[in-house]
């Protein structure tokens, strides 16, 4: 069965603490690998897509890797406006436009 | 730029009716998917349409349904609403090019009593 599977669940970090979120998939025929970020009461805020393994991607203080088996989204000094719920997605060769979400991580900053 | 606006924002429904959602997408976007978000289990993909034609489906049964207009435009109707079925849902627009994401709405959250 395809999975998609983040850690930690929760994360609470100090402001300028960096840190990284895990991803890890078992898929058959992975197509690409999303990051989201997640704010309350609202959708999800596309941040990146990876395709191959060894790519890596930067905004701001986010920087996503990729391996054959994981994805991990580095958290550089974070701000307090970082906190949020970060979701991990990926698509596949079959059924390319499907999302398989991972549960997420929330993670919050503290001044 | 107009993002993908989801109506309503919210809705209480009670068991048993029906509901439809509509999700207007980002102008030029074709693809339009649907998805269910619960805290127990997350963001759960629904359906998606390209071109008025439902392209995938996800493990959901037959009470819910969707469609997608000429223009883009997608509703998502739910019959014979059960307690389970609240839930805060999503809609998704794509260009369906490859590297560009998908864009969320805010959702529609649906609270059946």
């Known amino acids: 069965e395809d999975q998609v599977t983040q850690s930690p669940e929760a994360l609470r970090l100090q402001e300028g603490e960096s840190s990284s979120l895990n991803c890890s998939y078992t898929v058959s025929g992975l197509r690409g690998l999303f990051w989201y970020r997640q704010d309350p009461g609202k959708g999800p805020e596309f941040l990146f897509t990876l395709y191959s393994a060894g790519e890596e991607k930067e905004k701001e203080r986010l920087k996503a890797t990729l391996t054959k088996k994981e994805s991990f989204l580095h958290i550089t000094a974070p701000k307090p406006e970082d906190s949020a719920t970060y979701l991990c997605?990926?698509?596949?060769?079959?059924?390319?436009?499907?999302?398989?979400f991972g549960k997420g991580t929330m993670l919050l900053v503290s001044p | 730029k107009a993002g993908v606006t989801q109506t309503p924002r919210y809705l209480i429904k009670t068991r048993g009716q029906q509901v439809t959602l509509s999700c207007s997408p980002i102008?030029?976007?074709?693809?339009v998917s649907w998805y269910q978000q619960t805290p127990g289990q997350g963001l759960q993909f629904l359906f998606e349409?390209?071109?008025?034609?439902?392209?995938n489906k996800g493990n959901f049964p037959g009470r819910f349904s969707g469609r997608q207009f000429s223009n883009s435009r997608s509703e998502m109707n739910v019959s014979t609403l059960e307690l389970g079925d609240s839930a805060l849902y999503l809609c998704?627009?794509?260009?369906?090019?490859?590297?560009?994401?998908?864009?969320f709405g805010s959702g529609t959250r649906l609270t059946v009593v």
């Open positions: 997605a990926v698509t596949m060769n079959s059924g390319y436009s499907t999302l398989t």
């Open positions: 998704a627009s794509s260009p369906a090019f490859e590297g560009v994401g998908y864009t």
């Open positions: 102008s030029g976007h074709r693809s």
């Open positions: 349409y390209f071109s008025e034609t439902q392209r």
